[in-house]
């Protein structure tokens, strides 16, 4: 088993995404540390969750996310590609 942490903070998002595009080539185990959530649906079909030092979750990626209840618990929030677009989703004004 092989390791891999993927350090994306302060990339810029073409650099972001060829890493992403280059770990997806790895055919072995990755452990990645992350709080790129969207990094994680790309690249990622199990995800732990740990939440103040204790694991909270260990599932499939997908069925991690789509529990509101467990990602409240944990302090996180959907992946913004799961969020929809802040605009359209604003309450529209009323004169």
């Known amino acids: 088993m092989s390791s891999i ?10 650099a972001r995404n060829q890493l ?3 770990l997806q080539t790895f055919h ?10 969207d990094m ?3 690249l990622c079909e199990r ?3 740990m939440h103040e030092g204790v694991i909270s ?3 499939p990626t997908m069925e991690i996310f789509g ?3 467990l990602l409240a618990v944990s302090c996180l929030e959907k992946p913004l ?3 929809g677009c802040p605009v359209c989703n604003r309450k529209k004004l009323t004169r």
């Open 20 to 22: 992403i595009a280059m």
């Open 5 to 14: 942490t993927a350090p994306a903070t302060g990339l810029d998002p073409r």
């Open 40 to 42: 994680v649906v790309d």
């Open 81 to 83: 590609r799961f969020q």
């Open 67 to 69: 529990n509101d209840e």
């Open 57 to 59: 979750a260990d599932g």
């Open 28 to 37: 072995h185990t990755k452990i990645i540390a992350t709080h790129d959530l």
């Open 47 to 49: 995800t732990i969750v």
